[in-house]
């Protein structure tokens, strides 16, 4: 069995998992895999990559709050950090051994703290920065004032909720998500910056992101992300375009194959 991995699925039992904040479905077996969706999203955005990548046992994982679960213990205060700790304790009760770890967007922020928390045995990020602020242009401090006027706007307002809806109804997979739950998860990542602690990350690091067409554009974007990811010396970063941020959805293809490799490697 290849180091640092998850064990193999098989018949034995484990524990019931319950929680208020997560819900995950199981799908398949062989070594265990996280797939963590992004802000809003349900894990219906994997379905690609598990029909197309037999031979693991899948975790998905799904947000309360996002995509038609009932928000529960995710309706208000932090959410970033108690959601870490529960997918880090569903791993430990049901006996999973530093799986490898995937996330979307938010949920790449997700993994990032499972690698730190010691609890994964391998994380890909998809197409998200260390700092939740810098996937907009700002920082941390900066963006974190506009996340908080932001989140108020779409839940305190009429027209703010309005708005998001809209947002939501045009975004695959985040029909039915919970504007508070939004709004609290917003404010957590303009406050999010995991790229001082990325020294510290111990286990093998891959990042996908997304590029468009046009040549100039797209060499910005990958000067942002190797600054972004410098203080992680051996991670490897993989732009798939021409591609939105769903790259899952928008490459399928070159995304399943580069998920392959980085299982395999």
Not at 75 to 89: F, H, K, Q, S, Y
Not at 205 to 220: N, Q, W
């Amino acid at each position: 069995m290849l180091a640092g991995w998850g064990a193999w699925g098989g018949a034995a039992q484990v524990a019931a998992f319950a929680s208020r904040r997560i819900a995950v479905e199981v799908r398949g077996s062989g070594r265990d895999v996280l797939l963590i969706p992004g802000l809003a999203s349900g894990p219906g955005i994997w379905n690609g990559v598990v029909s197309a990548l037999p031979g693991y046992r899948w975790h998905l994982v799904h947000v309360r709050g996002f995509a038609g679960l009932a928000a529960d213990a995710n309706a208000d205060g932090p959410l970033l950090g108690p959601l870490a700790d529960e997918i880090a304790r569903y791993m430990r009760t049901q006996g999973l051994t530093r799986p490898a770890v995937i996330g979307h967007s938010m949920g790449g922020t997700l993994a990032m703290m499972q690698g730190l928390q010691g609890a994964s045995g391998r994380v890909m990020v998809v197409d998200m920065l260390p700092a939740g602020a810098a996937m907009v242009g700002g920082t941390a401090g900066g963006m974190g004032f506009l996340a908080d006027q932001l989140g108020q706007y779409f839940t305190g307002t009429k027209a703010g909720r309005a708005y998001l809806a809209r947002i939501l109804a045009q975004t695959p997979g985040a029909r039915g998500s919970d504007p508070d739950v939004i709004a609290n998860a917003l404010r957590d990542l303009a406050h999010v910056d995991l790229g001082p602690q990325l020294p510290r990350l111990s286990v093998p690091l891959e990042v996908v992101y997304a590029v468009g067409e046009d040549e100039t554009l797209a060499k910005e974007i990958g000067t942002r992300f190797r600054a972004a990811y410098a203080p992680k010396t051996d991670a490897r970063l993989v732009p798939i375009g021409p591609s939105g941020h769903m790259v899952m959805a928008d490459q399928p293809a070159r995304f399943q194959a580069a998920l392959r490799r980085f299982l395999t490697r």
